[in-house]
């Protein structure tokens, strides 16, 4: 019974003796056993090790081997050297463990003198190079001044709408000279995987410095597309965001105007493209408009057609677009009649124009007896007294009177008052540079 017992009891244990053999280490993972088949012996992994050590220049390491266990002993200048000593004993076969006991060198002429060695290989490998430098300069610098010479060409002038777009193309065609330059140096050195970390660090600054001067990118990208599209001439008037006036010179940054007030006006250019621009000058006929009021108790169609009739008999007037009078609204004061005519800007004064047709229309009227409201209020303040008493109009005929004379003014009265700022752009544009070009095609 006994052995019965004790036959099952084996046979339970007997799964469990591999399980256990390979009990996990603190990491989880089954524990490694280290077998070396015909190991070398201790003497032949230091005599191996120590001739490397040699071969790489460390004789002041000392190596000493025992079951397995190399230990490095010696003073070395430069701790990077331990590493790469250890690094190498770790590979040698029959090494079981590394013992780094190297120590930094207290001698500073032997801290000195790998510094002095590196130096003196760099200055070797210079010198044995320097051939091949100078040919990659001679290369770049006979790539970069046939770039120079390139841009100079007037190919520029006539491939390009105008002078300022010409530039840019030289500009353009000078980097891209310069860059292939730097690309045919660097191949010719071996270097040409640097021309990657170049580029790469140049993007970076490229666009570290874009957003640092962005408004003055934008101002420039706008020059370019204004000098492409012409919008303007040179001596336009133009109103651009409020501010009227001729235009002087497009320039790379902005648009400078001759204000009507003899004033210079400095536009940004990224303003001028993305703004509200009124050109006055492209269409030489202008409409001007102004409203006047009536008694509403006057033949409201007599009196427009007397207003119209005035405004024709100017000679200032042009025919074709005809003037038109309609009545524009009926307030508490009287009835509204705006009164709309065109004239020649290249003949006739704006401003003053329309000034003498408002004279001349108000007289018009008058003089047909039709009255213009006066719109003055009369406050009574309570408690004042009583005011004074003012004598009262005679009331005005409903109706006008039947051809009245109608006053013409002298074309000598409306010449331009914007001419006279023609001969000071002139004078402002004289030997400058500008973007604009009366060639050019216009927008």
Known sequence: MTRLVLLLACLLLLPLGPAMAQEPDAS???????????????????????????????????????????????????????????????????????????????????QINPAFDRFRARADQFVARLPLLLLALVAFAAILALGFWGA???????????????GIYRQAFRVASGIVGIVVALDLLGAAALLGTILGAAGIVGLAIGFAVRDTVENFVASIMLS??????????????????????????????????????????????????????????????????????????????????????????????????????????????????????NATGFATARGDAIRLVKAAIEDAGVAIPDTTYRIRLEGAGPLPEVAAKAPSPSTPKPSPKVEQSSGSAHQSEEKALIPLVAAERQDADDLLARDAPRE
Request: glycine fraction near 6%; proline fraction near 6%.
């Open 28 to 110: 989880g993972e089954p524990a490694r056993v280290l077998s070396v088949e015909n190991p070398p012996s201790d003497t032949a992994i230091a005599d191996r090790l120590r001739a490397i050590i040699a071969a790489l220049g460390h004789d002041e390491i000392t190596v000493s081997v025992d079951a397995g266990v190399v230990t490095l002993t010696g003073a070395v200048a430069d701790p990077g050297v331990s590493q790469d000593v250890a690094g190498i004993a770790e590979r040698l076969e029959g090494v079981v463990a590394v013992t780094d006991a190297l120590s930094a060198s207290d001698d500073i002429a032997q």
């Open 228 to 345: 492409l599209r012409q919008p303007f001439r040179p001596n336009d008037l133009v109103e651009i965001e409020g501010d009227i006036g001729r235009v002087i010179r497009l320039t790379s940054r902005a648009t400078i105007l001759l204000s009507l007030d003899g004033n210079h006006i400095r536009i940004p250019n990224a303003s001028v493209f993305k703004g509200r621009i009124v050109n006055y000058t492209q269409n030489p006929a202008r409409r001007f408009v102004f409203d006047i009021g009536i008694d509403p108790d006057a033949d409201l169609e007599a009196t427009r057609v007397l207003a119209q009739a005035a405004l024709k008999a100017q000679p200032f007037v042009l025919d074709d677009p005809e003037e038109l009078v309609w009545i524009e609204n009926i307030t508490e004061s009287g009835a509204i009649l705006r009164v709309t005519g065109w004239i020649d800007q």
């Open 152 to 166: 100079r060409l007037t190919v520029w002038d006539r491939l390009a709408p105008n002078a300022f777009i010409a």
